[in-house]
């Protein structure tokens, strides 16, 4: 089943943040509304996953504090940025920050709505990539010290023969191990593992911040 996803709407502008909220529920999106950005802060413990269709400027935090603010805080909702007052500075310090994009009001309906739909679309995508690389990690954090000196050396290209005298074990330890390792990544052949030890590895390699 698909998790639902919501467009969260960050606008001080009440005519505007009903209209915009009108014109996406008619489209069949789901739709929060908020009228500032500490209003949305407040609901940040309890985000679903979706978009952020951000008013750029607001009476207290700007559109874009908020933006930065998310990013010290790790939110991973792609952002779409609204204003009527587009300039150039304040449109690459928003992409800068990974806005998916920048539209200027009045912007139409088609418009919004397609930008909307194309960015659930990718967040969605993403989100399911997230959760397969955590369940390759959580595969990989399983195995033991020998299984993952098996799993390196299979995606090798060594057959069990090879590992077998490679690690200085009997080649029916080596199917063991090999069968175990094939359960705990969840694998379904050896190209499928490959492709996971590729994440695993790369994670191990890359240097702590």
Same mark, same amino acid.
């Given at each position: 089943m698909t998790e639902a996803q919501t467009v969260f709407l960050v606008d001080d502008d009440e005519a505007m943040r009903e209209s915009l909220a009108l014109l996406l529920q008619e489209a069949g999106l789901r739709v929060r509304s908020f009228a500032s950005a500490p209003e949305f802060l407040d609901a940040y413990p309890v985000i679903e996953p979706g978009c952020l269709v951000l008013d750029l400027r607001m009476p207290g935090m700007s559109g874009?504090?908020?933006?930065?603010?998310?990013?010290?805080?790790?939110?991973?909702?792609?952002?779409?940025?609204?204003?009527?007052?587009?300039?150039?500075?304040?449109?690459?310090?928003?992409?800068?920050?990974?806005?998916?994009?920048?539209?200027?009001? +009045?912007?139409?309906?088609?418009?919004?709505?397609?930008?909307?739909r194309h960015t659930l679309a990718e967040e969605r995508r993403h989100r399911a990539r997230r959760a397969e690389r955590e369940m390759i990690r959580q595969g990989y954090a399983s195995l033991s010290p020998r299984e993952r000196e098996v799993m390196v050396l299979a995606t090798k290209g060594l057959a069990n023969k090879e590992i077998a005298r490679h690690l200085r074990i009997? +080649?029916?330890?080596?199917?063991?191990?090999?069968?175990?390792?094939?359960?705990?990544?969840?694998?379904?052949?050896?190209a499928d593992l490959c492709r996971m030890a590729a994440v695993c590895l790369a994670a191990e390699e890359r240097p702590s911040a």
């Open positions: 874009l504090e908020l933006q930065e603010t998310r990013q010290v805080m790790g939110a991973a909702l792609p952002v779409i940025f609204l204003s009527g007052f587009g300039d150039v500075p304040s449109t690459v310090r928003a992409i800068k920050g990974g806005a998916v994009d920048f539209l200027e009001k +009045p912007v139409t309906a088609e418009a919004l709505v397609a930008r909307v009997s +080649p029916r330890t080596v199917e063991n191990h090999r069968a175990r390792v094939m359960e705990k990544m969840q694998a379904e052949n050896i």
